[in-house]
């Protein structure tokens, strides 16, 4: 059974069976889940299916079977959540290294964030180029970043909570991290001084690092 049979059998048991419950059960058969590549290889934006009434909504914020017949096989071991509780918190931009070096799966599911990664894949087409976005609790988007990318995010709203799946363990010896102004990105980031943790004050430009990760093709 396929991640979009999945949601077709989910659909078929609360959409009414009429002709326009079965005209809403083909569309979520055929669109479940929007998968969008991005220029950097391997980086992919998602966005779910969002089933909405006056009650509210039900999403799926993952499904492994999906995953794997979108060809995204990861096998995440480890869910995170953080909270933001101003605007300008700005975390990163963090890495782990091999033999612990992390894909990750990331939201948000309340308010807003702008979302960045840096390429630092040794013969990456796009190597030391970002990629960026807006994750939102309103546009339900995902970033699907493979293992060789910085990631970081700087919250746009009041509150923030931000979540995560990886597919390796935290490991403290493993952590890296990059400048999250380093001018050779140019990240573009909303804010100019953000609210940052010691550690993140003082991480090295991309220049300055040895980077762990080689591009695979």
């Known amino acids: 059974m396929t991640g979009r049979e999945i949601g077709y059998q989910w659909a078929a048991r609360f959409v009414p069976a009429t002709p326009a419950g079965r005209d809403a059960i083909a569309i979520v058969k055929e669109s479940f889940v929007q998968v969008t590549p991005t220029d950097f290889p391997g980086l992919f934006v998602l966005e779910p299916k969002v089933f909405g009434d006056h009650r509210g909504f039900f999403t799926e914020t993952y499904n492994r079977r999906l995953f794997a017949d979108l060809g995204l096989n990861y096998d995440f071991v480890q869910d995170n959540h953080a909270r933001s509780n101003t605007r300008g918190v700005l975390r990163g931009l963090h890495f782990q290294s091999p033999p612990t070096a992390q894909a990750k799966l990331v939201w948000v599911t309340r308010g807003a964030v702008f979302d960045a ?63 999250w102004n380093d001018p050779d990105i140019g990240i573009p980031w909303p804010v100019t001084e953000p609210v940052l943790s010691g550690k993140d004050a003082v991480l090295p430009r991309l220049r300055d690092i040895d980077s762990p990760f080689v591009f695979a093709g």
């Open 117 to 179: 990664v840096v390429d630092i894949r040794k013969g990456s087409p796009t190597f030391g180029k970002w990629y960026g976005l807006e994750l939102s609790e309103d546009n339900f988007k995902r970033l699907m970043v493979p293992a060789g990318f910085a990631h970081g995010y700087v919250t746009l709203t009041g509150v923030a909570e931000f979540q995560y799946k990886v597919d390796a363990y935290y490991s403290p010896a493993h952590d890296g991290g990059l400048a």
